[in-house]
């Protein structure tokens, strides 16, 4: 069965650092979404990407990040300083049937 | 007020019990999705609804479009059943909004 697969399932940074988080879609899907999830709270929208540019994003989704696709197949999202409260468990997921990636886990110290 | 609420927020069964996870919403929705959480994080579409009823395997999900309700049953439960079940819906667009997830724990 086709996947979404997402790179590091982990990172620790420092305040202040810039983050990459990869993830790679099913390749014929055509929507791309990154939800994140803070420790102990429910999953939050954070952008959704179509046709190679974002068609929604939350207000959560501020000038610290930005998302692009560089490649056809990547999908990535960037968050340029990271801060304390940036530490959650991101999914990127594609299509509207909403195939999760295992997720990646940052924590920002 | 949250958008998709679930009850109960915990659930303790026995193994074997039936058990019903509710979801109510408050926003017109394209579809409604039931998800399988466990605790390494990872997250697993088990149904997505618009109208009427699924089932897969010991599960059933149900959709009441007219009151904005969705139920999640399984049957016959497992200890491995255990792990947070959160209800979702898609707005028109497509995005995701969750609930706050129902922890389940199934006792042997």
């Known amino acids: 069965e086709p996947e979404v697969t997402q790179t590091p399932s982990h990172q620790v940074t420092q305040m202040g650092q810039e983050v990459i988080l990869r993830c790679v879609p099913i390749?014929?899907?055509?929507?791309f979404y990154w939800y994140r999830q803070i420790l102990g709270q429910k999953v939050e929208f954070l952008v959704s990407?179509?046709?190679?540019?974002?068609?929604?994003k939350s207000e959560i989704f501020d000038d610290q990040f930005s998302v692009e696709r560089p490649d056809g197949s990547n999908f990535t999202l960037k968050i340029r300083s990271t801060k304390l409260e940036d530490s959650a468990m991101y999914f990127c997921?594609?299509?509207?049937?909403?195939?999760f990636g295992p997720g990646t886990r940052l924590l920002v110290l | 007020k949250n958008e998709v609420e679930q009850s109960p927020q915990n659930l303790t069964a026995q193994e074997g019990e039936f058990i019903t996870i509710n979801c109510s919403y408050s926003?017109?929705?394209?579809?409604l999705h039931w998800l399988q959480q466990h605790p390494g994080g990872g997250i697993v579409s088990l149904f997505m609804?618009?109208?009427g009823k699924k089932k897969h395997g010991r599960l059933i999900a149900t959709i009441n479009i007219q009151e904005k309700h969705s139920s999640l049953h399984i049957t016959a439960s497992h200890p491995r059943d255990s792990a947070v079940y959160i209800c979702?819906?898609?707005?028109?667009?497509?995005?995701?909004?969750f609930g706050a997830g129902t922890i389940l724990r199934v006792k042997s």
């Open positions: 997921a594609s299509t509207q049937n909403q195939y």
């Open positions: 390749s014929n899907h055509l929507y």
């Open positions: 990407f179509y046709n190679n540019e974002i068609s929604e």
């Open positions: 926003v017109g929705i394209s579809a």
């Open positions: 609804l618009s109208s």
């Open positions: 979702a819906v898609s707005k028109y667009g497509n995005k995701l909004v």
